[in-house]
């Protein structure tokens, strides 16, 4: 029998200890991070597939939000000034227009 039960605040931040300590664990296991790193690399695929199945059925009339489209083609203009390479603005913006 329990004589003094946690109260729901409690229970969360000792929750939240628990996930704290186990995260420090694994930044310290170079292997357990990759392989956690490649596990979300892999979750990410898996859900953009699953969400190009969810646009497929809701219509064609779905696109990405202008927000989205904004955020891809300034991460794409970045991209390209760390790489120092000639793009022309033109052909960039027209690769993220079907998006």
Known sequence: MVENPLSEEDWRRRDDARILVTAEKIKADPERLSAAK???????????KELSSLR???GSNINVSQSEKNTVVTKAKR????????????STFNIFKRI
């Open 56 to 58: 497929k059925v809701a």
């Open 38 to 48: 490649a596990a979300a690399k892999q979750m990410v695929e898996e859900e953009q």
């Open 79 to 90: 991209f390209n000034l760390q790489q120092k390479k000639t793009v022309g603005r033109k």
